[in-house]
């Protein structure tokens, strides 16, 4: 089994780390069990202060959404098994890249922990975890499942667990610091409407009940190619002495500032928000003295709000890694008022490609990016036809 290289980062005494499973081939049980038998020993050998898992994600090569419900069953059992507790899960329809296995896993840990909560609010379960940095919730999987539903339906349905999930703990969606938000077939139409812009409407009239003191959070908007909406979201209420800040690209337009030009159509006139932009900043921090986490949001080859031009993958990836170091670089961070000259230092990257064969193409190129850190390679729709290719990743924030 190829497991990637653990990482962790120091926030404030916590710390969140990320592993990402590359099981061998065999059954598809015995992929999953490789995977979960990875986190176990994971769990139990790399921390002395209590660690738990607060979200894990797998990737698959699946045919069906009953396939997927059965998978995060068997999955959910598994796990509860192994651990003796039940974590977050969601089952994304993307192919992995670059393995004959028929799913990759990423657990998302968190070490330093002070209590963990298992609660469920109107069927609806994620974790309530408190630690020294402030308290998370934690969720993944939020999906209405019933598979006649148009992307409306499936955005508010997948929405309103979220909101159940927020209110029931006095949170609001202006706490939210990290969002994952896979969309089926993002960039196709129905009834003249855009599956992503749908989306776009859904999400700009829910956070329009809340207020966003920290900017938006950093969010990935993704293709898949069935299960209507999923989304997963990382939530925290801060400590004394933690800050939490949105960070702006110094060659990319806020996402949440688009012109009309950039957007879709949608003719659905039941959401009271139309045509409007993508709610999330392109990277949110989590600051303390002792140093902090930074969450990149999905990036692509856009300058200010304009795709490149090209069809080229190569140059896409390029493009949208210098993207990236133009976000994290000092300079940058410190005009969004993170102190004390930070550096950064990558812990994850996820690479998601239009087309399968592309992976052979920028494999080399994001490696060398990334050195030893993990790299899930996944085959996903972009946002915008024209792109090829988009990039998140997570870095750890050094004084």
Known sequence: MNISTINQVLCASCSLGFLAVTPKEGSLK????????????????????????????????????????????LISDLVLEQLGTWVPISVVPQPPLGTASQLVAEYACISDVLSVEKKIVDGVPYLKITTPVGTYLSAAGLNLNRTSSNILEQSIGAFEQMQLILKSENFTFGDVVRQWNYIERIIDFTDNSQHYQIFNDVRSNFYGLSTFPHGYPAATGIGMSHHGVILEFLALKPASGVQILPIQSPVQANAHQYSPQVLSNNQYTIIPCQKSTPKFERGKAIVSQQGG???VSGTAAIKGELSASQYDVVMQTRMTLQNIDNLINAENLKRNGIPNNSQTKLLNLRVYLKYAEDYSKIKDIVSEYAGSVPILFLQADVCRPELLVEIEGVYQLVP
């Open 30 to 73: 015995e992929q999953i069990v490789a995977c979960v038998d990875s986190l176990k020993k994971y769990l139990a050998n790399n921390f002395s202060a209590k660690t738990v898992c607060i979200k894990q994600t797998y990737f698959v090569r699946i045919q069906s959404n009953e396939e997927i419900t059965q998978l995060q069953e």
């Open 293 to 295: 986490i930074l969450f």
